[in-house]
């Protein structure tokens, strides 16, 4: 049976977390390794889970560490976890695959996200319920962005007033995220990106700066520094 939060509530949340870590040296898949004396993935699912719209959650782990999250996630919340696949959006069909039946607005977590506010989580639900196929939150982009060629030369600067950096949450009308997926042929790293090639409506939405996704070791020094500092503490 697959495990649920809240019954009433509308949002499942597939949070891919079978991913290596490259960038982040060698070590444990990213999702396991510790901040703040925990793993990621603990951080990431008690956030989601803290969300009131949510009613199930399924985690896509790596092959040899489903059992080890299972248990590491049992006392957080009740979760359905899966094997995760080589990409992450082979990684999110099989977590899709495992939602039950109820909620129809899904959203995609990265586990790598572990600090994003689970306000951020009922706001991309939200905008979902307003109407649009597809709601991503992201950020303006803050840098300059030089377009270069192969050997570093500038051929130009970008207008970055139309840029977003784009986070997780994203979250889909069910039966958009299912087609999606359906007709997907190559690989992409976000699933609004499915939804694009297939025509369908993506609305951007205010982001977090908390929702940074952990990718190199400065970005787990700073996700360290703003839990033990108190700054990232308003979520559970
Ligand atoms: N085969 C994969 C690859 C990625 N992910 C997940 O997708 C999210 C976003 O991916 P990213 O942060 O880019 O993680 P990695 O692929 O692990 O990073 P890297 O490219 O550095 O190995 C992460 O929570 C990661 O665990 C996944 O579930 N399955
Ligand atoms: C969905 C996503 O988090 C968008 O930023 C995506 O997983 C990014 O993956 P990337 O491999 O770091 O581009």
Known sequence: MTAQLNPRGDVAVLVPAAGAGVR????????????????????????????????????????????????LLAPIA????????????????????????GPEII?????ARALTPSTLVESVAAAV????????????VVDTIKEVAA??????????????????????RRVVLAAAHAAAVDPLTDDAGLVEKQ????RCVPGSEYALKITRPFDLALAEHLLLTGAATDTP
């Open 78 to 101: 009740p979760v359905t976890v899966v094997v995760g696949g080589a990409t992450r959006q082979e990684s999110v069909a099989a977590a899709l695959a495992a939602v039950p039946a």
């Open 107 to 111: 959203l995609v977590h990265d586990a």
């Open 151 to 172: 050997d570093e030369l500038v051929l130009g600067t970008v207008d970055r007033s139309a840029l977003r950096a784009v986070q997780t949450p994203q979250g889909f």
């Open 24 to 71: 982040l040296g060698p070590g444990r898949p990213k999702a396991l390794r510790f901040l703040a004396g925990e793993p990621l993935l603990a951080h990431a699912v008690r956030r989601v889970a803290a969300a009131p719209s949510v009613h199930s959650i399924v985690v896509a782990a790596p092959v040899a560490e489903a059992a080890a999250v299972a248990e």
């Open 199 to 202: 025509g369908g409506s993506v």
């Open 129 to 140: 319920r307003a109407g649009d196929d597809a709601v991503i939150p992201v950020l303006p």
